[in-house]
């Protein structure tokens, strides 16, 4: 170190640290900076809170951990002390050493290399190295190898158990003066000082000899050798390959249901989530998996293009956002990184979708709040970086390969809880559904996505171009050979019905889509000109024939709503009444020389027509003619119920009433006009009094909403603290804590 | 990005361009595992099935190679689900395995314990299955082979059949290639066939399948049951068997409801087969009554349920089937492939026609309007007196006069359903009209006449669907149809696609009535044809007659 003096504290250190050094640490650690910290004293003391410390622990490497720990056990030291205890090469130690000074972990103090205080306490519980003590301060490190030796086999075991066991355990037994003494294992080696005694009757094994157990370091096994991932070779093409088509597919099929979804929204759970049968039936869409569709559900909600919102009903469902428009208009390569990005940082576990939960057995469903966890977003891209720093032409071997990663996690982030495993191998289920890898391996443009450089510019290549022609057959099918341009595909859909989907799409003519093209106002020439325009080849002669026929039948069958009908055989009489001066009242339409309709109802259409002098009939469903004979009307005599009972109700609540009103009138009279005993011991007194004689008395009494009332009590019983009185107010017994009880006064008897 | 000929859809079809450069080299990869679906003009489809992806394993290619031809061919990056799943499915196969063992006879042997554990406690299975020899094998009781197969194919872990075959009582049956040669794809369905074991060949109408189970008796050199739809085919197989190899006329017996003889080789009907006496089928013997080394069945399509149950027990046989189509109205493409055995074999038609082994051929549909009486009566008629009032409207014999008018000269048949109808067309144009009752003999000598161009026009009824040799019948005219029969309508062509001797396109005309469930009907006829390339032209039945 070049620096003449060492700094004497960690504030002091930072002071000197260069503005490049003071960045990085605050980037490293983020909760340092909010609020903004006034000096680098308080920066220092931030720094070593425990909540902070904890944190920028859980990014520390397995590595990096046993280090600190190193520097806990052996206290202050030289570089050169704690690359000796530290099972690992020296060159690494060293860069472990740099990262940790540059978290703010440790510091070059005036005795050497100093932990952070706090840093002991956070070492133990998940992800612990090597569950060493600190070194006794009067350690000598020759005579521990010779007390180890000297030590009986029996003491021998039970320390190596006691090592092995986290170093700290409970006995009895007190140190004898003599290793000869000594009446059982524990004894001697307490007596041999190989543990130490702590208050409450905990052994512990001193760091020093943990040390010594372990060959000199504080781990026997090396903590710098990184575990491998299993690999297998792969064509990086293929891998590219592979990958972009399960990126397109995850794309073309959200937009998919999302479309479908725009016109059929699935329900909201009230629980927020979406519905078991909403889901089976997207799966069943989209031709895949339930869980590949909850994936695909999840990615589209963390991405804003799916939210909750009013259907046309007013109930609250899942519905495509604002944002889905402008994405859906965007190209497939950008589409997909919008996709990619979103599940790259949510918190969302869509893999836990359809299983159970653990504590109550309910199953849970996609889309519900619960299913996020904090690690998600994090497990997920540093799965993708160790994917990625493998080389071209490797990928994850297929069994051997999801345990590999999990390993290589639980190293590189060994504070992590266990259930991390898990969250792994969904990682990579995930990211081979969504074409974030191929094959298991990280393709080109996903490293530019974990890099935030322009991955939709290198995936374009790989996806299949949009084209705008289809190649139409005479079995009545029209095949899309590549994703079509949307505008096409939208007219398309509505012409034809959908037969395959995938890089291309198979289209097929039947009556029933032709029939609906005519039903959304296209018309038979339309239709020819459009079938003309897209196709490369020839159109075939049943297709024409087919828009034809299907023209020809179309709208030959007429359907409206009217609310009556006239009908003569009298031909000139209908002509005379449609050429009332007055028929225009009556809303006619002539549909055939004897037919007559009108939009009027009948009880309104009667009298108009009687006013102008036709004598009309009235006909039934059937035919049959109704005679008009005005309907007698009557009402039902209304009920009444007897009048006695409410009569008591009344009487009952008065009464209620009354007690209340005169028990708070009594509560007035007796509001002191001298303070009323308020002391405990007052209280007490009083009220035992009260008890014994028994005489009324108010009380005022803190509720349990906090606000103090009024009582007029006769008390009972006072005893372990509680009051046990008759409530003039609720006229019954209760029960009221003495403490609560504010002040006490005898009420004037009348 | 590649720029294959093969688009692969998620759905688990492939998109085939036709006239992309390198779509033949395609066709013939990807041929081994996909099955093709439909062949129209630009595109075809073909289908990956878990049958012929254990199909192609059997025939020993891996996924390995499966993942390649799709990865090598595809336009577009192929969707990962499905490569997972076609190594899945390959890898399902033959991981339990029929075996012969040298004491124990028919044994069920396992590379995989667990699976062997599962199909042990499957309910299907059971009773199949013998004594446990070791933890790995099983007896099978040797009646079983067929059913044991069926069932293990249901429970998704077909087993490969490695017990063999019998020879058979050998025979020896030479081809007598004189003034003809074996064509190509002939030669390349037997050898499939017998490398395969047992299977299906499909080849167009009129494309020599016939042929090719002469081949396939040359190859096997043993007796053969050949069994055929009815009497009229039966004598056709005989004769063409005498034309094309060494057999003699003594050593072909015919097997039917006139004639039981059994010869080295024996052409036996599936009506006879299938004819039962108190309740029991009466000449099952047949099958025991010689160690038959091969048995072909002659349009499997049509092979009657019995059949398939008769067929169960002989799996220790070579089978060969044979068809137009695999398509099967009743759905049971499945028992087709588990007992007779996977197809070995398939061409497109328009590949044969390009070839010129088979005629091309015109479809031309004709629409009739029915008049306004008939209209009226349709539409007031029951459901299921329908399809009859449409098949039958006068309409249709006029359009079919003047098309046997137009055609006159040209050896013609005019084809129907309805037997009223043929008889007034019958006698409207003075023809000969052959259906049910007409006896072998008539029919024979009709059928002669007309082969020998000494009569040009024939009406027929569904008795002539299938197997009639007519050579030189260059017109049909079918009237009316077995309601919507995708075979019926490719079997009816296949009457027209023997090729010509001078070479001229055949015509298929189908008439049928507007606006009925008849025309419904005739759409999905055609869908197989179409599918298979064949564009159907529609005129109006006025336009015509104009």
């Known amino acids: 170190m070049a620096a003449p003096t060492p700094p004497r504290t960690l504030a002091d250190q930072l002071r000197r640290w260069s503005d490049e050094q003071v960045a990085a640490l605050l980037r490293e650690r983020p909760d340092l900076v909010s609020p903004t910290p006034q000096d680098s004293a308080q920066l220092a003391s931030r720094a070593a809170v425990r909540s902070s410390l904890l944190r920028a622990m859980d990014g520390l490497t397995r590595l990096e951990l046993a280090v600190l720990e190193a520097l806990v056990v052996v206290g202050p030291c030289s570089p050169d002390e704690l690359e000796d205890v530290v099972n690992a090469e020296p060159a690494a130690v060293r860069d472990a050493v740099e990262r940790l000074t540059g978290l703010a972990l440790a510091w070059s103090s005036p005795e050497g290399l100093r932990a952070l205080t706090g840093v002991a306490d956070g070492l133990t519980g998940t992800g612990a190295i090597g569950r060493l003590r600190p070194r006794s301060p009067d350690a000598d490190a020759g005579g521990v190898a010779t007390r180890l030796e000297a030590a009986s086999d029996g003491a021998r075991a039970l320390l190596d158990h006691l090592d092995r066991a986290g170093g700290e355990g409970t006995s009895a037994a007190r140190t004898p003066v003599a290793p000869e003494d000594a009446t059982s294992p524990v004894e001697e080696l307490l007596a041999r000082r190989l543990v130490v005694a702590k208050p409450g009757g905990v052994v512990v094994v001193p760091g020093e000899v943990s040390l010594a157990l372990r060959g000199g370091t504080t781990t026997a096994e090396p903590v710098d050798a990184v575990p491998a991932l299993a690999t297998s070779r792969r064509e990086p093409s293929l891998v590219a390959r592979a990958a972009a088509g399960a990126a397109f597919e995850a794309v073309r099929r959200t937009e998919l249901l999302l479309d479908h979804w725009s016109t059929l929204p ?3 759970l009230r629980s927020g989530g979406l519905g078991v049968r909403d889901l089976k039936a997207a799966a069943g869409l989209l031709h895949v998996a339930e869980g590949e569709a909850a994936l695909l559900v999840e990615v589209a909600a963390a991405a804003g293009l799916l939210a909750t919102g009013p259907d046309l009903d007013g109930d609250l469902a899942w519905l495509p956002t604002d944002a889905y428009d402008t994405w859906s208009a965007r190209g497939f390569a950008e589409r997909w990184v919008t996709l990619a990005a979103a599940w790259l940082d949510t918190t969302r576990l869509p893999s836990l979708a ?24 994090e497990t997920r891209r540093m799965t993708l970086e160790v994917l990625a720093e493998l080389p071209e032409g490797e990928v994850l071997a297929a069994g051997t390969g999801v345990p590999s990663v999990v390993d290589r996690l639980a190293w590189l982030r060994p504070r992590r809880p266990a259930s991390r495993g898990e969250l792994v191998a969904w990682s990579l289920d995930e990211s081979a559904m969504l074409g974030a890898t191929g094959l298991g391996a990280v393709p080109a443009y996903t490293r530019a996505l974990l890099a935030g450089s322009d991955a939709a510019a290198a995936l374009a290549p790989l ?21 079509l341009e949307s505008s096409l595909a939208a007219r398309l859909h509505a012409v034809a019905d959908v037969d395959s989907r995938g890089g291309a799409t198979v289209y097929r003519f039947t009556d029933d889509s032709v029939r609906r093209a005519l039903d959304l106002g296209w018309t038979a020439a339309e239709v020819h000109d459009f079938v003309g325009s897209v196709s490369r080849t020839p159109v075939p002669q049943p297709l024409t024939y087919l828009v034809d026929d299907v023209a020809r039948r179309f709208g030959t069958l007429r359907v409206g709503a009217v609310e009556a009908f006239l009908r003569s055989d009298d031909e000139t009489a209908l002509t005379e009444l449609m050429h009332h001066p007055k028929a225009s009242s009556l809303e006619l339409r002539r549909l055939a020389p004897t037919v007559l309709v009108s ?39 209304p009920r009444t119920r007897p009048a006695g009972l409410s009569a008591a109700k009344a009487a009952a609540h008065l009464t209620a009433v009354v007690t209340a009103i005169r028990a708070g009138d009594k509560a007035a009279a007796a509001r002191p006009s001298q303070a009323p005993a308020s002391s405990p011991a007052e209280v007490l007194a009083t009220l035992r009094e009260a008890a014994q004689a028994r005489r009324t008395v108010w009380i005022g009494y803190v509720d349990n909403a906090g606000s103090t009332v009024e009582r007029v009590i006769d008390p009972v019983a006072v ?32 | 990005m590649s720029n294959g000929p093969l688009i692969v859809q ?74 997972v799943d076609v190594a899945e499915t390959m890898a399902r196969f033959g991981r339990l395995r029929l075996e012969k063992h040298p004491t124990h006879g028919l044994v069920l042997v396992s590379s995989d314990r667990p699976v062997l554990e599962e199909v042990l406690r499957a309910k299907k299975v059971a009773g199949m299955l013998g004594n446990r020899i070791d933890d790995d094998t099983v007896v099978v009781h040797g009646s079983e082979r067929g059913n044991l197969k069926q069932a293990l194919l249901k429970l998704g872990w077909p087993a490969e059949d490695l017990a063999g075959y019998v020879d058979g009582e050998a025979h020896a049956i030479g081809l007598r290639e004189e003034g003809w040669a074996l064509r190509d794809y002939q030669r390349e369905a037997a050898e499939s066939f017998w490398h395969g074991g047992s299977g299906v060949v499909v080849l167009p109408c009129g494309a020599g399948k016939t042929i090719v189970g002469a081949a396939a008796m040359a190859t096997a050199q043993a007796t053969t049951l050949i069994l055929v739809t009815n009497t009229v085919s039966a004598r056709q197989w005989k004769d063409e068997l005498l034309r094309r190899t060494d057999l003699t006329e003594d050593e072909i017996g015919e097997y039917s409801g006139a004639v039981k003889e059994i010869r080295p080789v024996t052409i036996a009907t599936y009506q006879v087969m299938t004819t039962r006496r108190k309740g029991a089928y009466a000449h099952l013997e047949l099958f025991d009554a010689r160690d038959w080394g091969l048995i072909i069945y002659d349009e499997v399509h049509l092979l009657p349920a019995p ?49 010129g082994w088979i005629a091309p051929a015109d479809c031309i549909e004709v629409r009739v309007t029915l008049d306004e009486g008939e209209r009226i009566a349709y539409a007031t008629a029951e459901p299921e007196e329908r399809y009859r009032l449409a098949s039958c409207t006068p309409a249709k014999t006029t359009v079919a006069e003047a098309l046997v008018a137009r055609h006159r000269g040209e050896p013609t048949l005019v084809i129907g359903q309805y037997l009223d109808q043929l008889d007034e067309i019958g006698a409207d144009l003075d023809a000969p009209v052959i259906k049910g009752d007409t006896t072998v003999k008539e029919r024979q000598r009709l059928f002669d006449a007309f082969r020998a161009g000494e009569i040009s026009l024939l009406v027929v009824s569904k008795v002539a669907n299938f197997s009639i040799d007519l050579p030189e019948a260059a017109v ?3 009237v009316s149809g077995s309601f919507g029969s995708r075979q019926e309508e490719a079997q009816r062509l296949g009457r027209l696609l023997r090729p010509k001797a001078d070479g001229r396109a055949a015509r298929f005309y189908a008439v049928v009535a507007r606006d009925t469930v008849d025309a419904e009907f005739a759409q999905h006829r055609q869908r197989f044809l179409a599918e298979q390339g064949y564009a159907y032209t529609i005129t109006d039945a006025d336009e015509l007659l104009a």
């Not at chain 2, 067929?311 to 189509?325: K, P, S, V, Y």
Request: charged share 25%; proline share 7%; with cysteine.
């Open chain 2, 476 to 478: 049909a005219i079918q």
């Open chain 1, 463 to 483: 996806l299949p171009e949009p084209v705008d022609h289809v190649l139409l057959q005479a079995d009545l099918t029209a095949v899309a050979p590549g994703p």
């Open chain 1, 266 to 268: 699935p329900a909201a």
């Open chain 1, 599 to 637: 939009t009027l109802p009948v009880d309104l259409l009667l009298p108009r027509l009687r006013d102008l002098g036709a004598a009309p009939v009235v006909e039934g469903a059937d035919g049959s003619v109704h005679i008009a004979r005005p309907d007698r009307q009557r009402a039902r005599v």
């Open chain 1, 354 to 377: 359809g299983s159970k939960d653990r504590r109550s057995g309910k199953g849970l469903n996609a889309l519900a709040p619960e299913l996020s966890s904090i690690y998600a977003a």
């Open chain 2, 10 to 83: 998620s759905d688990k079809t492939l998109l085939l361009e036709v006239d992309h450069p390198s779509a033949q080299d395609c066709r013939k990869a990807i041929a081994p595992f996909a099955e093709l679906e439909r062949s129209p003009e630009h595109i075809h489809t073909y289908r990956l099935t878990n049958l012929g992806l254990w199909n192609a394993r059997a025939a020993g290619h891996d996924a390995e190679q499966v993942i390649d031809a799709l990865l090598t061919y595809s336009r577009y990056a192929v969707p990962h689900a499905l490569l």
């Open chain 1, 719 to 750: 005893e372990g603290g509680q009051l046990r009185a008759f409530d003039h107010r609720t006229d019954d017994e209760r029960v009221y804590a003495v403490h609560r009880i504010t002040g006490v006064r005898a009420v004037q008897a009348g």
């Open chain 2, 307 to 355: 059949i398939f149950r008769m067929t169960a027990d002989l799996q220790a046989r070579r089978r060969l089937g044979l068809t137009a189509t695999l398509v099967r109205e009743d759905g049971r493409e499945g028992d087709v492939f588990s007992l007779i055995g996977p197809k070995r074999y398939d061409a497109p038609w328009k590949d044969i026609e390009a070839q």
